[in-house]
């Protein structure tokens, strides 16, 4: 199983992962007509800086989620290869994950009013954002192997 490496080094905040990653997510995955759908499609990951070097801002999979304490609704899973997941379903907008997660990954649809996290574009053979970088700072890694099983 694949996951996205980030190499900060190489990043020059181009953002071009953030679009692609919304048109990925959007209806129509066309960025002319994406660009009117409502509710609007929304990139999972973020680029930001830190101390002056590009920074991403996507889930880290913890070990021990701080967000699925939080989660009173059991939106969030941890699934056993470690992935975790904001099921929009089960989500009511509390929003408590939200400060609860240390690396500022989860993010706010407002106009649904949900949680949600990067999925690593799943149901996808390929992850937009790693796609769209060519300047190599997004690469494709492989996924180690956990045993955990799934964590709610």
Do not use: W
Not at 19 to 27: K, L
Not at 45 to 69: F, M, W, Y
Not at 89 to 98: H, M
């Amino acid at each position: 199983m694949l996951k996205k490496k980030f190499a900060k080094d190489k990043c020059v905040t181009c953002k071009r992962c953030v679009v692609e990653c919304a048109i990925r997510h959007s209806v129509s995955g066309n960025i002319l007509s994406a660009s009117l759908e409502t509710p609007r499609p929304r990139s999972r990951i973020r680029v930001t800086t830190k101390k002056g070097k590009p920074h991403v801002l996507v889930c880290q999979n913890c070990t021990k989620p701080k967000c699925i304490e939080a989660c009173k609704d059991d939106a969030i899973t941890r699934h056993a290869d470690g992935e975790i997941t904001i099921d929009p379903k089960k989500c009511t907008g509390c929003l408590e994950c939200v400060p609860a997660c240390p690396f500022n990954s989860i993010q706010v649809n407002t106009d649904l009013n949900i949680a949600f996290i990067c999925d690593d574009c799943e149901g996808f053979d390929t992850m937009a954002c790693v796609e769209a970088c060519q300047v190599g700072a997004l690469v494709y890694a492989e996924k180690p192997k956990t045993s955990a099983a799934a964590v709610n």
